[in-house]
């Protein structure tokens, strides 16, 4: 009995000696009376931009607060505030170079005494190279010279581009660089720029919930020069034996007047010749060597008034581009000019027609065969015409 006391003694004081052994690791880490943490920050939120982030977030109702510290990239990096220098209890920091991936941010409170609230924490990614390269450049649809400046039509801009720029040579062979284009509009002029020459586009982007419009830094040349209309006042022009009526003579398809009914092209209405057909209007441009135009846009204006639907008499026209001279008598010259480079149909219902051959084809000579009209006794009615183009050999 005496011995069974010993033991349960003995092992009573092994149990108090490792109680007290224990106390001793942990009682450094317990704090008399529980730890105080203070309030955690509140309404936290996070704006991204291009390698950047933008944190917002609000102090707690604790007068207690002193300080706040932003952690990230697993508390390897922080910023400190001093809650005494934002009064309004807001706060907003920016947090930049970063690198193209998510961040976990904690921001932390810290009271006078050095007590810390629990983490708050929010994860977010700036947007950085792999969301730039993946937007495609805004395209030029079309550049063209309209009197001494040149004016680009862009397509629609695709998804987050907010502004193109151009850069672009003038007459004075000076480089300009500027005049921005936003994404809702598909138009702007390039002033005094320089024609037959190339133009480069840049654009900047804004994620639609960004903070930032990046520009890419690369600049893109367009597709084809600055096109031009052929001049007018160098150039000549034939027409069929006995298709001109008075004095509406074929150069005034030329004349750069779109919408006075004196100064267009009529065929005959002599009932000899009216209905004879083909009609043909040969232009030689006088354009030879690096000035020979490669064309790429041909404009038909036609009688604008909304009324004048039946008298838009042009029906199925043929356009020929070429070197050798073209004879405006040839009743063969399906056989004789070659390919056309345009063979279109036009409508009775708008007055101004735009057409883009589908191959660019370069020349001197410029033929525009009419082989029908609307109008049964054969008239062809031509108020204005638009060759564009330019000379590739001088383009760049």
């Keep these: 009995m005496k011995r069974a006391l010993y033991i349960i003694l003995a092992f009573s004081a092994l149990a108090a000696a490792s109680c007290a052994k224990q106390d001793a690791v942990y009682k450094e880490f317990v704090k008399e009376g529980g730890y105080v943490y203070p309030a955690k920050p509140i309404n936290i939120e996070a704006q991204r931009g291009y390698r950047r982030i933008i944190l917002k977030w609000d102090a707690p109702m604790d007068p207690s607060l002193r300080t706040v510290?932003?952690?990230?990239?697993?508390?390897?990096?922080?910023?400190e505030f001093n809650y005494s220098d934002y009064p309004d209890?807001?706060?907003?920091?920016?947090?930049?170079?970063?690198?193209?991936?998510?961040?976990?941010?904690?921001?932390?409170?810290?009271?006078a005494e050095g007590n810390q609230s629990l983490a708050e924490e929010i994860t977010t990614a700036p947007f950085g190279e792999s969301?730039?390269?993946?937007?495609?450049?805004?395209?030029?649809?079309?550049?063209?010279?309209?009197?001494?400046?040149?004016?680009?039509?862009?397509?629609?801009?695709?998804?987050?581009?907010?502004?193109?720029?151009?850069?672009?040579?003038?007459?004075?062979?000076?480089?300009?660089?500027?005049?921005?284009?936003?994404?809702?509009?598909?138009?702007?002029?390039?002033?005094?720029?320089?024609?037959?020459?190339?133009?480069?586009?840049?654009?900047?982007?804004c994620a639609a919930e960004g903070i930032d419009t990046v520009w890419t830094g690369n600049w893109f040349k367009c597709p084809e020069p600055i096109a031009y209309n052929i001049d007018a006042t160098?150039?000549?022009?034939?027409?069929?034996?006995?298709?001109?009526?008075?004095?509406?003579?074929?150069?005034?398809?030329?004349?750069?007047?779109?919408?006075?009914?004196?100064?267009?092209w009529f065929s005959s209405n002599n009932a000899q010749y009216r209905?004879?057909?083909?009609?043909?209007?040969?232009?030689?441009?006088?354009?030879?060597?690096?000035?020979?135009m490669t064309f790429n846009k041909f404009v038909f204006y036609q009688d604008p008034d909304p009324d004048g639907q039946t008298r838009r008499y042009i029906r199925s026209v043929n356009i020929y581009v070429s070197d050798k001279k073209f004879?405006?008598?040839?009743?063969?010259?399906?056989?004789?000019?070659?390919?056309?480079?345009?063979?279109?149909?036009?409508?009775?219902?708008?007055?101004?027609?735009?057409?883009?051959?589908?191959?660019?084809?370069?020349?001197?000579?410029?033929?525009?065969?009419?082989r029908n009209s609307y109008n049964t006794?054969?008239?062809?009615?031509?108020w204005e015409f638009e060759a564009f183009g330019y000379a590739a050999a001088l383009a760049d």
């Excluded at 006794?377 to 031509?382: K, P």
Aim: charged share 25%; hydrophobic share 35%.
């Design 275 to 292: 209905n004879n057909w083909p009609k043909i209007i040969v232009i030689d441009t006088k354009e030879v060597g690096d000035n020979a």
């Design 131 to 205: 969301w730039l390269v993946s937007h495609a450049e805004r395209t030029v649809k079309f550049v063209r010279m309209v009197g001494n400046d040149a004016v680009v039509t862009m397509n629609k801009p695709t998804d987050e581009v907010a502004v193109s720029k151009f850069r672009y040579t003038d007459a004075k062979g000076q480089v300009v660089e500027g005049c921005p284009v936003y994404s809702s509009e598909t138009e702007v002029i390039l002033p005094g720029a320089k024609k037959g020459k190339y133009i480069e586009v840049q654009s900047a982007y």
């Design 89 to 111: 209890g807001k706060l907003e920091t920016v947090i930049s170079d970063l690198e193209d991936r998510a961040y976990t941010f904690n921001i932390i409170n810290y009271d």
């Design 69 to 79: 510290k932003v952690f990230w990239d697993s508390y390897t990096k922080s910023q």
């Design 377 to 382: 006794s054969g008239f062809v009615d031509l």
């Design 234 to 264: 160098k150039a000549t022009f034939t027409v069929t034996a006995n298709q001109i009526r008075e004095s509406f003579k074929p150069e005034l398809i030329m004349d750069g007047i779109k919408d006075n009914s004196s100064s267009r």
């Design 327 to 370: 004879n405006p008598d040839d009743s063969n010259y399906a056989k004789n000019y070659g390919d056309p480079v345009l063979s279109v149909a036009l409508n009775q219902n708008d007055p101004v027609q735009e057409f883009v051959p589908e191959e660019r084809v370069s020349g001197r000579y410029v033929a525009i065969v009419f």
